[in-house]
């Protein structure tokens, strides 16, 4: 399977409680997003890297949330303290270098359930 | 600000008939791109169509066709003979100069056998 996958498919955690979610894009891809997407909704971007850089980060991401892509291969997603709010399905994408009107590849997702 | 709206939240049809998403998008930018994906059950979002500002032409591909007017900032999608493997939840999204893939809520299509 070449295409971006992501690690677990689901967490449930209680509330206050850290978790990091793994995200492995296509392979030759420079770019990689992180969305997140809650019941009814569509996705909305939280972060993403060039390579290793993190260049945008949007407001949605709060400072309890940090995204890592260290050798600008996979990335993680870590949410510290989490709330219940947090609840929802992270999804990670990933494109060839380019600009934003790229078309993107994306995973199954992380379904996080905060209790 | 930009803004995608996917008035119609959930949709039903009968298997074989056609049927039209709609997509009403709001920018002040004009240089933009348009998309549509599916998400099925699985989860995974999948790529249909990228279109940018400037190409108003219509496409075509299999049973999808797409229809892009500037003049009413609509960017609809319409799967004729729809089959059962056509159930999923679709959405359209704008890119700007100044921002990454904005979606819109998505429209859930289940097409009954």
């Known amino acids: 399977d070449t295409g971006v996958s992501q690690d677990p498919r689901h967490k449930i955690t209680k509330r206050g409680q850290n978790v990091t979610f793994r995200c492995d894009p296509i392979s030759e891809h420079n770019r990689l997003y992180w969305y997140r997407q809650t019941l009814g909704q569509g996705p909305e971007f939280l972060t993403y890297f060039q390579n290793e850089a993190q260049l945008e980060k949007s407001r949605l991401l709060s400072d309890r949330f940090s995204a890592e892509r260290p050798k600008g291969s996979f990335s993680t997603l870590e949410i510290q303290r989490t709330e219940q709010g947090d609840s929802a399905m992270y999804l990670c994408?990933?494109?060839?270098?380019?600009?934003?009107?790229?078309?993107?590849?994306f995973g199954s997702g992380t379904q996080l359930s905060v209790l | 600000a930009q803004k995608v709206t996917q008035a119609q939240t959930e949709i039903s049809v009968v298997e074989k008939e056609d049927v039209t998403l709609d997509c009403v998008y709001e920018t002040r930018d004009t240089t933009y791109y348009l998309f549509w994906y599916k998400q099925p059950p699985s989860g995974e979002l999948v790529f249909l169509i990228r279109?940018?500002?400037?190409?108003?032409q219509n496409e075509i591909s299999g049973r999808y066709s797409w229809n892009f007017q500037k003049s009413t900032s609509s960017f609809n999608f319409t799967i004729t003979a729809s089959q059962v493997v056509d159930s999923a939840v679709y959405f359209c999204?704008?890119?700007?100069?100044?921002?990454?893939?904005?979606f819109g809520t998505g429209t859930r299509l289940t097409v009954i056998p």
């Open positions: 279109r940018n500002s400037f190409d108003e």
């Open positions: 999204a704008l890119v700007t100069g100044a921002n990454n893939l904005f």
């Open positions: 994408a990933s494109s060839l270098s380019g600009g934003r009107n790229e078309k993107l590849f």
